[in-house]
């Protein structure tokens, strides 16, 4: 390992100091003297010397003209030893800086036109910086693949200069080097010391390892999941308080409606059609044809007399109107059952919306105490919601119910339009009716008309036989024409006793029509049950993954740990820092390093004394050289009376030449002492 000390510096010009040698003997070196005679100056300028820069870091060298007049040059050159194991060796660097003035073509005017430098190595000028400082580092051993963000320079020389620059906007340039110093965590690593972390491996991909981000997602999700439930919960509270028919009240209801229905079977079945009138008209039917064959055998030819053609006629029309009265009737009595029908519908489906109307208003009564209803805390794991939560959960209870409401609405809107179209199917069964009457009305006053006429007996004699035979269709004819008459009064009365039936069965309806209601309501509650129960599980999963994530997190910490203390021992870096989301904000804080205790304290470098961060600075800097092997530079540090001479004998733990500024009074200029 290379080590490189400062034997001595020449001052020519630099800020208050016309011109200065100072040699330095030994590894530690204190400048000291009194207030304002350059002592900072004189260290800024070795600190200027080797990196360009000035001590706080900024680059502004017009700070280091001479007080007395800034158009004198600027000179700074030291003298450095160099070992390399049993060689050593000096090297001479010498650096001019100063105005640059020109004279203006034509004129006796000058006017300064910015600075110039020059460089010197071993008496011999480079005719650039980059070149200065490439000697500088061949000579000194800083390898170039070490700058990168940081300067090696200045983190070898300046304990302040990591801590100050992990304080400043350019902090993430110190965390990645100090990360690829320790190596960073890999997934892969914490999987492995934690392997209940796995479970979150994919949505850390997915996140692009963006811990906050998945904190956030989880965190949203939750929320989610649970006003999700809290509307399962309603949905299944209101499909719990739908009533229920008794067994004994649904197998009363069934009985009760096939006792009716075989009722009005049996009125239908036996009111189409008579059986008496059928066997009166099938044997007037076989008189008639016995009577035409009887008189074609008596006469020997056809009926071609006029009256007794017209007289046949008049018999058949007879025979038809009654036919097509009889036909006009069944008509009727079919319209007015399926009327009646219809109208049975109707009242079933306003019971429907009865019920309805019940549900539209238990949830009216729910939005309207929603804040009694609102459920506080979690169902799962029974921790209070926060205010903001409850709000949200709210108005996703407020947006369920008035989902429920609106399908209610819905729904009755959709039995009203059934009810409507149901009403004008019986309506114009109605006007059927009425037509269909008339058509009879009209038929029947056809038919006394034509009663009415008479014929003139044919002019041949008829055999007593056929004359007993006319007469007894005559009579036939009369109790036919009785019987049906009969018969439609019976259909009427049917009618009657049917729509009574109907009308009856109305009560025992609407309990099969509430049990049927029931078991879809408790379909639909097996179905949110079942949706409940899904994104019940799902809500334990993405709790569990978030207790993962936490894991993850605090793993990945105490492995970052482990990391750091491969390379700083017992120092300690504040690498990740929890931010309000949750989720981790990456950071690069060190921790004040007691010497004596070997170990970090719980300070932070921003709330440290100037002392202790000289301190930790030179502990971080010796670890990270001993770790990449790097050259042993002079530490400069101004320690402004802080720093005890027992301190600096006994608490930098380091090789490396020491060179400080201290305080004395009655001393006039800088002089250079051990200690």
């Known amino acids: 390992m290379k080590q490189v000390r400062l034997l001595k510096l020449e001052l020519t010009n630099y800020r208050n100091i016309e011109h200065e040698v100072l040699v330095f003997n030994g590894n530690n070196s204190k400048i000291v003297g009194e207030n304002r005679i350059g002592k900072t100056n004189t260290l800024e300028a070795i600190y200027f010397l080797l990196s360009n820069y000035l001590l706080d870091g900024s680059s502004d060298l017009s700070a280091i003209k001479p007080l007395s007049d800034t158009t004198k040059a600027v000179q700074v050159e030291g003298t450095f030893e160099i070992t390399d194991g049993d060689k050593v060796r000096e090297i001479t660097l010498k650096k001019v800086y100063g105005e640059k003035w020109v004279k203006t073509r034509g004129t006796d005017d000058v006017s300064m036109q910015g600075h110039y430098e020059k460089y ?65 965590v890999e997934d892969k690593e914490i999987f492995e010391k934690a392997p209940s972390t796995k479970v979150i491996e994919q949505d850390l991909l997915n996140a692009l390892g963006k811990t906050d981000m998945l904190k956030k997602q989880y965190k949203d999700q939750i929320e989610t999941l649970n006003t999700q439930l809290l509307g399962f919960d309603s949905q299944v509270e209101l499909l719990e308080q739908t009533s229920k028919p008794t067994d004994d009240e649904v197998e009363k209801a069934k009985v009760e409606i096939e006792t009716i229905d075989n009722k009005i079977y049996d009125l239908k079945t036996k009111g189409d059609k008579d059986s008496v009138v059928e066997q009166l008209e099938k044997e007037v039917f076989e008189l008639t044809k016995t009577i035409v064959a009887k008189n074609q055998s008596e006469f020997g030819y056809y009926l071609t007399n006029s009256t007794a053609k017209g007289k046949q006629e008049h018999d058949e029309k007879v025979n038809n109107l009654h036919s097509e009265i009889n036909r006009y009737v069944d008509f009727l009595t079919d319209t007015k059952l399926e009327r009646g029908k219809i109208e049975s519908q109707v009242k079933a489906k306003e019971v429907v919306r009865d019920n309805l109307l019940k549900q539209y208003k238990d949830i009216e009564t729910k939005i309207k105490n929603v ?105 036939l004819k009369s109790e036919l024409a009785d019987k049906k008459a009969k018969a439609s009064e019976k259909a009427s009365d049917n009618y009657e006793l049917v729509m009574k039936l109907e009308s009856d069965k109305i009560n025992a309806q609407k309990v099969i029509d509430d049990m049927n209601y029931y078991e ?51 120092i300690k870096f504040q690498l990740i820092k929890e931010n309000i989301n949750g989720g981790f904000d990456p950071v690069c804080k060190p921790y004040v390093y007691d010497v004596d205790k070997n170990e970090s304290t719980d300070t932070l470098w921003k709330s440290a004394s100037k002392s202790e961060k000289i301190i930790t600075g030179i502990a971080i800097v010796e670890a990270i050289r001993k770790e990449l092997d790097l050259t042993e530079l002079p530490y400069l540090f101004d320690e402004g009376g802080e720093i005890s001479s027992e301190t600096l004998h006994n608490k930098f733990k380091t090789n490396a030449q020491i060179i400080c500024v201290r305080v004395e009074d009655n001393v006039m200029k800088p002089i250079v002492v051990k200690f």
């Open 120 to 184: 010197f190595v071993n008496g011999i000028e480079t005719p650039k910086e980059k070149d200065f400082y490439n000697l500088l580092e061949e000579y000194f051993g800083i390898r170039n693949d070490e700058k990168g963000e940081v300067d090696p320079t200045q983190m070898l020389i300046n304990p302040l200069y990591l801590g100050n620059l992990g304080e400043s906007k350019d902090w993430t340039k110190l965390r990645t080097y100090i990360i690829k110093l320790i190596g960073d």
């Open 371 to 475: 804040d009694t209803e609102l459920v506080k805390e979690c169902p799962t794991c029974h921790r209070l919601f926060e205010e903001e939560e409850l709000e949200t959960r709210k108005a996703e209870m407020l947006t369920n119910l008035t989902a429920m409401k609106d399908k209610i609405i819905d729904e009755g809107k959709k039995i009203k339009s059934e009810q409507e179209k149901l009403n004008n199917e019986a309506k114009a069964y109605y006007q059927d009716e009425v037509k269909t009457q008339a058509k009879i009305d009209e038929l029947k006053k056809e038919l006394v008309e034509l009663e009415k006429e008479t014929f003139e007996k044919p002019v041949f004699k008829e055999s007593d036989e056929l004359v007993a035979l006319r007469e007894k269709e005559k009579k």
């Open 520 to 570: 879809r309501q408790m379909t639909l509650l097996d179905s949110v049950k079942t949706e409940r129960q899904a994104v019940s599980k799902t809500l334990i999963q993405v709790e569990q993954k978030r207790e993962a994530l936490t894991t993850y997190i605090y793993t990945k910490l105490r492995v970052l740990d482990e990391h750091i203390a491969k390379v700083f021992g017992k």
